[in-house]
Structures are given as C-alpha cells and as structure tokens.
C-alpha cells in the first residue's frame, strides 16, 4: 500500500459536525425541501443597524487596507480592555489582547503555543466540536470528562483534579456552555479555580455567550477568582453571538503577555490581520447602545421556554432547562433501539437522520459534542419555525416503536 502524500494530522480530526449539519441543511433548502433548520449556531436577527453603518463607515474612510499591528486596531483592543474591566473585572493592557477571525482562532492559535506531541488537555463533555479535534491535530490527547443532567453537565472539581497529570497543559471549558446552555456558578467556578491554581496549569474559558443569560444568572469570569490565574488564563469571547455578527467573523483572547505574544506571532504566518472592516464595526458593538443585545436576550429567552416545554412533553425525550446561550440538548437516550418506518434507531446520529428525512427538520447529534445519546437543537429561530418543527418532531417520533 502507497503512503499517503498527506499529513497523518488530517486523518486524526473529523470535519466539525456543526459545519457539517449546517452545510447538509443548506443543500436541502436550496434543492426546494421544505426543511426547518435548528442547526445554526448564529442568531437569527439582522447585524444591529449603527454596527452595520459603522462597517459602512470604515469603507467610506478608506480602512480597507492591512491593520497595523496585525493583531487589532489600537482603538478596538482599548475598547476590549475597556470591555473586560467594567463586564468581568479584569484588568488587561492592548498588548495582553489579540482579534481574530473569531473565537475558533483564538482558541486553535492558543493551542498550537501551548500543545506539543502527546501533551493532554482536559475537556468537560458535551463540548464544542471543536475542541478536542484542535487539540488533536497539534499531536495532543483531549482527556475528555463526561457530565450529564445530575451534575447540570458541569465539570466538578473533584472530577478535574483526578484528570489532571504530567502531561496537562490546560483546562478549556465554555460558560455559557454550547451545546447545553449550562452555566458554571461561582461556587462550581471558585472549586475549578483552587484545583487549577494549586496544580499550575492554563485556562482557556470561552465565554462567547456570556451576555445570553436566563433567569438571573450571573456570568462570572474564572480569571478573575484567583490572582493566581491571571497568568494562567486566556479569556476569549467575540461579537458573533452577542450582536448577531458571525459573519463579521470577529473574535478576541485576552491573557497573559507571553502567551498572547505567541500567538501574536502565529497569527502574522497565518491569517495577519482580522478584517479591517469588521474591527471597525466589532469597535462600535462594543462602545455604541447595547439595547439590541437585550432585544435579542429576552426574544431567545421566550424561545427557550417554547422549545424546552414542547421537548419534555414529547415520548422518550427530556430536556433540562438551559440557563444561557441557545441550545436545547434534550437527552434522548430512551428513544434507542426503537424501530422507524427506515430501520432501527441505535444511535443519536441514526435519530438525527430519522428527523431529517420524516420530519424534514435538521439538528446535530450529540455524539458530535462527545455526548451520545443527546440532540442539539438551536433556538435561535423564529417562534413559529420552532412550533412547526416541535409539531413534526412530535409526529414522527410518535411513528417510532
């Protein structure tokens, strides 16, 4: 047999399931299937109209060109410094920051610094696609702790501190937690904090969906528990979420000067700067009227109530209810092994194509979040788009025995 003429790296990952759903989903609309889409990891409103005009505004004043430095305009990481201070209390200079194409970026640019060959990272499931393949790909091991609905799927730290060995870099975790809505309290939080200060090692916290809150909950910013972290934790976030700009494409880490410098560094080999027109409008988000931020909040919040009542009154399905972002991960464990008019369903990924095909409505299966057994549904849809689809999955799961 031949040897490959491609890297051994590329056969270790999977394509991300999310991308993949969501392109599969496209495809169908576009061939004329009446398909409602509860993929998307993207707010269905329009980008607000003053970050729109501001994207509007740079062209006309001639900022097309490469930014100087690479990683940010000046005013942008000012404004983020700003941001982290009065939002999360911390205290951060514009060298301590870098803006990416995105929190995706940040997140692969900060483990291609930290991960060399068989070095471990650990990693609560469900998680983000993501994660693990990144940490893959660079020659890592994700050593991957299981949550479910008894913990609220957070990670303890009892859990950690059995994970952790030689060969930890760090710790990567996301609260507001995609795919599941969980959010860690600051008591869950402070026991993390202690585990990880004592044993030395990095955080990288996603807290892309910190702003989307339900129910009182209080976003709480693990670097900012323990002096002891400081220089220990990448915090990246973004606008994509918060402001409805993913394709702005749009994202930001904010950490220690060595680490930042780094990968400051890759990103001049990689992708140089994030585009010059999107800094100027991820600037306005940041600085302008957050009043949409909140329209958006309150609108997923009656969204959320919607789907969540209509799952748990399904067959075979039960659902916790998700304090933050907007996903629905219903367990949906008890519907295995029953038959459809296309076979037996023993997987959540088989499920997942049941739904598609007999109730023309897409979502991803929880195996691609490390969580077989779940579903992951968006709520970032349009009230009656989710009642149609709660209707036809309620219809087709009733064809199951």
């Known amino acids: 047999m031949s040897k490959s003429p491609f890297a051994q790296r590329v056969f270790n990952i999977q394509a991300s399931a999310t991308v993949a759903a969501f392109a599969r989903a496209g495809e169908l609309k576009r061939q ?44 942008l990481k000012e404004a983020i410094c700003t941001k982290l201070k009065q939002d999360n209390g911390l205290s951060y200079s514009p060298p301590q920051v870098i803006v990416t194409c995105g929190a995706k970026q940040t997140i692969f640019d900060a483990i291609l610094v930290l991960i060399e060959e068989g070095d471990e990272a650990i990693i609560p499931a469900p998680y983000w696609t993501s994660y693990a393949d990144q940490v893959r790909l660079m020659g890592g091991k994700p050593i991957i702790i299981p949550t479910d609905e008894h913990t609220n799927f957070c990670m303890t730290a009892q859990q950690l501190q059995k994970a952790i ?28 904090a202690d585990v990880i200060a004592s044993a030395g090692i990095y955080v990288i916290a996603d807290e892309i969906y910190e702003k989307l ?156 979040f490390g969580a077989p057994g779940y579903l992951r549904f968006s709520y970032a849809a349009a009230p009656d788009q989710i009642s149609q689809a709660m209707d036809r999955i309620d219809q087709a799961l009733h064809k199951l025995s």
Request: hydrophobic share 35%; glycine share 8%.
């Open 32 to 75: 004329g299937v009446d398909l409602i889409s509860l993929v998307a990891g993207e707010p269905d409103f329009d980008t607000p109209d003053n970050i729109r005009e501001a994207g509007i505004k740079a062209i006309q004043n001639g900022h097309t060109r490469y930014t100087n430095p690479a990683s940010g305009i000046p005013e």
């Open 165 to 192: 060995t030689p060969r930890t870099k760090f710790v990567l975790f996301n609260s507001p937690c995609n795919p599941t809505g969980t959010v860690y309290s600051h008591e869950n939080l402070k026991a993390l």
């Open 213 to 368: 809150l339900y129910e009182n909950e209080e976003h709480i910013s693990i670097a900012a528990l323990l002096p002891e972290l400081t220089d220990k934790t990448l915090t990246v976030n973004g606008v994509s979420k918060s402001y409805a700009m993913t394709g702005w494409r749009v994202g930001y880490g904010a950490g220690p000067e060595d680490l930042i410098g780094h990968m400051i560094k890759i990103q001049t080999q990689e992708t140089t700067n994030t585009c010059t027109i999107s800094q100027y409008a991820a600037l306005e988000a940041l600085t302008g009227p957050q009043d949409s931020v909140e329209i958006m909040r309150q609108a997923f919040a009656q969204r959320r109530d919607q789907m969540i009542d209509r799952l748990n009154n399904m067959p075979g399905v039960r659902c916790n209810m998700p304090r933050g972002a907007f996903y629905a991960f219903p367990n949906i464990s008890q519907l295995l092994g029953k038959s459809s008019p296309q076979g037996v369903i023993d997987t959540d990924v088989a499920l997942c194509n049941f739904l598609l095909e007999e109730a023309r409505v897409a979502c991803v299966p929880g195996t691609g």
